[in-house]
């Protein structure tokens, strides 16, 4: 039971690095999100896709792109890491989305620290 | 907007004691409201929901009921284990959107 599954779990980046961080899901689920938690904070959406080839912003866009070029995967792009981006960051995934209340599956999460 | 409030943590409790963490939200319409728990080292759980007033969630001895008049979502349990402990996170979304919008959490620990 794979579910969603995030790499890497930690990563140190220098102030201006680029990254990606990866995120598949192997339940054919349609949508998939990406969120930031901050310390002390709850999460907030970053970008989220409804299907391959569509994706949109969430409320905190700023510094990162997206890409959904199939169903299973949804890698979050940093281009120039500032340290307001250091956070742990949460891909997640639905079927249908979450109307009526639909249940959205949360990965592990990825521990980034920028230094 | 949008927004909810939880109780300030951290709780800390005795193992069987009662449960109480409050959580209120701020939104039009009918929101649907949620609690998740999250482990230590772990991804968001989904521990219970409801999408109507009046609705009551439940799951693994924890309840929440859906209160429009008081625009609450209180989560509790009568018995709480060791096994409880983790970071409990209130949420709601509205119709419509894609975009849950989170509480800032609290911790519970629960002692032996």
């Known amino acids: 039971n794979a579910g969603v599954t995030q790499t890497p779990k930690f990563r140190i980046l220098k102030i201006g690095q680029s990254m990606t961080l990866q995120c598949a899901q192997d339940m054919n689920h349609n949508y998939m999100y990406w969120y930031r938690q901050d310390p002390g904070m709850g999460l907030k959406l970053i970008y989220y896709s409804v299907g391959a080839g569509i994706t949109d912003k969430g409320e905190v866009p700023n510094g990162y792109n997206v890409s959904r070029s199939t169903t299973e995967y949804f890698p979050l792009r940093l281009e120039l890491a500032a340290p307001s981006q250091t956070s742990v960051y949460f891909c997640?995934?639905?079927?249908?989305?979450?109307?009526?209340?639909?249940?959205?599956?949360f990965g592990e999460g990825s521990w980034l620290t920028v230094v | 907007g949008n927004s909810v409030t939880q109780m300030e943590g951290p709780v800390t409790l005795s193992e069987e004691a009662f449960l109480t963490i409050n959580c209120t939200y701020t939104?039009?319409?009918?929101?649907?409201l949620f609690w998740y728990v999250q482990y230590p080292g772990e991804g968001l759980q989904l521990l219970l929901k409801a999408t109507k007033a009046d609705d009551k969630g439940s799951n693994k001895g924890f309840e929440a009921t859906y209160r429009k008049e008081t625009t609450s979502f209180h989560l509790e349990k009568g018995s709480v284990q060791v096994s409880d402990s983790a970071v409990y996170f209130c949420a709601l979304v509205k119709g419509g959107s894609e975009k849950l919008v989170f509480g800032k959490g609290t911790k519970l620990t629960v002692n032996p």
């Open positions: 939104a039009t319409g009918y929101p649907s």
């Open positions: 997640a995934s639905s079927y249908s989305g979450l109307k009526g209340g639909n249940t959205i599956y």
